[in-house]
T-cell receptor
Framework: GQNIDQPTEMTATEGAIVQINCTYQ??????LFWYQQHAGEAPTFLSY??LDGLEEKGRFSSFLSRSKGYSYLLLKELQMKDSASYLC??????????WGAGTKLIIKP | GAVVSQHPSWVICKSGTSVKIECRSL??????MFWYRQFPKQSLMLMAT?????????EQGVEKDKFLINHASLTLSTLTVTSAHPEDSSFYIC??????????????FGPGTRLTVT
């Protein structure tokens, strides 16, 4: 079956770095998305990886290893506004997104 | 660019009535639109995929006669929750993508509609 695993909750300190891991198993693979979702709001796009390696975008970076079925989202210089849920989603061979349950990130001062 | 709107943003209705939620792509034509439901502290659950001019494809366990989806144009899809019950209370989110190449498979999300059935 198709499956996405990510931690349920993580806590980090303002100004620090946090890495949110995601492992996936899908029927075919057409890329890995990361979305940010604040409570009561819709998800917003953060990154898309389809090739192995690290893609950096400001304070956020996303890494993909296709052979390991593994991705991570790296958040640097954490700010209080980064407190949110981070959703990992893999796109299967039918271009359908398989969603993880989300990782709730709590930032402490 | 790539803005998706939803209307209404929140709605309260009585049990047994029907509610229509609109999803519009404002500055692009969406070949495919998706409808999700999200319960508190849970992830997105895909309900159905709709393509303009054709019948929606519903996910297993989603009643197509209860959740009516109409994708009448490349910029508008509607979800009607018929004979709503309190257990239908949820956050409903639509999304759209352009299709065509890998960058077009990014889904652009609407702001969501919070439905409360009393």
């Amino acid at each position: 079956g198709q499956n996405i695993d990510q931690p349920t909750e993580m806590t980090a300190t303002e100004g620090a770095i946090v890495q949110i891991n995601c492992t996936y198993q899908t029927s075919g693979f057409n890329g890995l998305f990361w979305y940010q979702q604040h409570a009561g709001e819709a998800p917003t796009f953060l990154s898309y990886n389809v090739l192995d390696g690290l893609e950096e975008k400001g304070r956020f970076s996303s890494f993909l290893s296709r052979s390991k079925g593994y991705s991570y989202l790296l958040l640097k210089e954490l700010q209080m506004k980064d407190s949110a849920s981070y959703l990992c989603a893999a796109m299967d061979s039918n271009y359908q997104l398989i969603w993880g349950a989300g990782t709730k990130l709590i930032i402490k001062p | 660019g790539a803005v998706v709107s939803q209307h209404p943003s929140w709605v309260i209705c009585k049990s047994g009535t029907s509610v229509k939620i609109e999803c519009r792509s404002l500055d692009f034509q969406a070949t495919t639109m998706f409808w999700y439901r999200q319960f508190p502290k849970q992830s997105l659950m895909l309900m159905a995929t709709s393509n303009e001019g054709s019948k929606a494809t519903y996910e297993q366990g989603v009643e197509k006669d209860k959740f009516l989806i109409n994708h009448a144009s490349l910029t508008l899809s509607t979800l009607t929750v018929t004979s709503a019950h309190p257990e239908d209370s949820s956050f409903y989110i639509c999304s759209a993508h352009l299709g065509g190449d890998r960058f077009s498979y990014e889904q652009y999300f609407g702001p969501g509609t919070r439905l409360t059935v009393t």
